[in-house]
């Protein structure tokens, strides 16, 4: 009787260098969030436990103070709260007009060209390398013209127009990725521009939509120098500006500055958390063919 051979137990081997790459992962992301864990630790700390010697301490006591200043304001703090809801009034209909705007763009200049479409598309991206500096002067001027300077509809039509170098790029590269023989398709059935847009195009726009609102609404809300000068209102200002006159004339008040900036961050924040995976989707899609 021949007896079976067991097989010998696999060893499972060490990757010292697949070790030092996570160790090494792990210093830098320790380094990156060290500006985070200051930044929350503050914020809940009471202003008399703010020092430099004592920066890295926990807070001894959980506190809101810093939060309700810098929402409400007081004794030295404008609050944010009216500037906060600025915001919101400015990056809802600017992200959305620019995303319609982008998306008929792309759809043209992938799917209906013409002679000089090309030479368009190029000239329109030439937008996204002017300096806002540049063209600080002009933009008052025409903002005052047709009277919509320190308005916020003034704003919306100066990052409706700062967006659509972007996101034309974005829509274009997305529909190039669309079959042509949908569209030629629909013209073969009697549909016109616009019932190929809204029937064929836009169902398979989602992605698209996603990129492009992500983008717009982080830049349109992180945006601080049109805010700053188109709005001489401080009625009307953004919150970014806010934020920064939170630091105040005299002393800055750090516990209230670090509770007001992480509440501005907290809405770009939620849109990436939620939308994050349909944005890589979105981009992944956009770059397969341009």
């Known amino acids: 009787m021949s007896s079976v051979a067991m097989p010998a137990p696999k060893r499972h081997h060490i990757h010292w260098s697949r070790m030092v790459v996570y160790g090494v992962m792990i210093i830098f992301l320790l380094f990156f969030l060290l500006p985070v864990y200051l930044l929350l630790i503050t ?7 703010v020092s430099l010697s004592r920066m890295w301490e926990l807070p001894t006591g959980f506190s809101l ?13 404008i609050g944010m709260r009216g500037s906060f809801w600025n915001s919101v009034q400015l990056v809802v209909p600017a992200t959305v007009i620019s995303c319609i705007l982008g998306s008929l763009n792309g759809y043209v200049l992938s799917k209906w060209r013409f002679p000089g479409s090309e030479t368009l598309f190029t000239l329109i991206l030439f937008g996204m390398f002017i300096p806002y500096q540049s063209v600080l002067v002009p933009l008052v001027e025409v903002l005052r013209e047709i009277r919509l300077y320190a308005t916020i509809p003034g704003l919306i ?5 700062y967006g659509i170098p972007i996101t034309t790029l974005i829509f274009r590269n997305y529909y190039a990725t669309v079959p042509n023989e949908l569209v030629e398709a629909g013209k073969i059935d009697g549909a016109d521009f616009f019932h190929i847009y809204r029937h064929v195009m836009l169902p398979l726009s989602a992605p698209g939509f996603v990129v492009v609102a992500i983008w717009q609404f982080t830049s349109i809300w992180n945006e601080f120098l049109f805010g700053l000068i188109i709005t ?3 009625q009307l200002r953004p919150v ?14 750090w516990n209230v500055q670090m509770a007001g900036a992480l509440m501005v961050a907290l809405p770009p924040l939620l849109v990436y958390i939620f939308l994050g995976k ?13």
């Open 65 to 77: 103070e810093s939060f309700d200043r810098a929402w409400n304001g007081g004794e030295g703090v």
């Open 157 to 161: 039509l100066v990052h409706v127009v």
């Open 278 to 290: 349909y944005f890589l989707r979105g981009l992944l899609a956009g770059s397969l063919k341009g």
């Open 240 to 253: 970014t500006v806010a934020l920064q006159n939170l630091s105040g004339s005299q002393f800055t008040q």
């Open 232 to 234: 001489n209102d401080p």
């Open 43 to 49: 914020s809940f700390k009471s202003f008399d436990q």
